[in-house]
């Protein structure tokens, strides 16, 4: 368990659910920071990376990931609540579909988050469809994004670099998820192996969505480790 501190009281942490900033900078297991401190191990391993500014990340290659056994990650089992989604991210590679985090199953039941040919998408599954959004050609290659998405009803916002970019939604919107209790929730990868190519750092997911204006300072407080 991490010690109590100024962590707790930032105001950008108010309902943090997930928090993993990477502190270790080695091993096979990452601490997540906020309550109630998930259990992260990783599946098949990827890269620690010390940045030239001394802080460390995670390099990622398909099917590198981070998970979280389902009885361990029954609050991160979004069906009707508000949500927000952050990471830092740093692509080698937009070929393809790149998960950032996974509960469920395509078509099945839970959503995931992924980038996929420059777009930053959410998708929630229905057990016979999945529908969703997709913020358009907002992430970049080869440079550090923050990108981030919030969940309200069936209304999702992107966010990239703070500024909310142009989203599609399908034809339903962003429906409520079926239910995925049993689910190991993944981080960089999902169960069809669409795994991230490239480096992230602090991935955080409230329990809310956050509002532009908080979107904005959290890019702006953090924006200097990256030179972005």
């Known amino acids: 368990m991490k010690p109590l ?4 009281l930032a105001p950008y942490h108010r309902d943090l659910l997930l928090c993993l900033p990477f502190r270790e900078g080695a091993g ?3 601490q997540d920071w906020a309550k109630p401190y998930h259990p992260m191990i990783f599946g098949t391993t990827p890269t620690w990376t010390t940045l030239d500014n001394g802080l460390a990340v995670l390099d990622f290659t398909s099917p590198d990931q981070l998970q979280c056994a389902g009885a361990d990650s029954a609050d991160l089992d979004f069906t009707s609540e508000d949500f ?7 692509h080698d590679n937009l070929s393809s579909a790149h998960v950032l985090f996974n509960r469920g199953t395509v078509n099945t039941c839970g959503w995931e988050w992924y980038t ?3 777009n930053l998408a959410l998708r929630t599954n229905q057990a016979a469809s999945r529908e969703g959004v997709s913020g358009m050609g907002c992430v970049a290659l080869n440079t550090w994004q ?7 009803g069936l209304v999702a916002k992107m966010y990239a ?5 142009v989203a599609t939604s399908t034809d339903n919107g962003l429906l409520d998820p079926i239910a995925c209790e049993a689910q190991t929730f993944l981080v960089a990868n999902n169960p069809n192996s669409n795994g991230f190519d490239g480096m992230l750092w602090n991935l955080r997911i409230w329990r809310r969505a956050l509002s532009a204006s908080e979107v904005k300072g959290i890019f702006e407080a953090e924006r200097d480790l990256f030179g972005v």
Do not use: C, H, K, M
């Not at 923050?146 to 309200?152: D, H, I, M, P």
């Open 161 to 165: 670099n703070g500024e909310q970019v």
């Open 84 to 90: 927000s989604l952050a990471a830092w991210a740093y």
């Open 28 to 30: 096979t297991r990452t």
């Open 146 to 152: 923050f990108l981030l998405t919030t969940r309200s």
């Open 5 to 8: 501190g100024s962590f707790d």
């Open 116 to 118: 996929a040919v420059g």
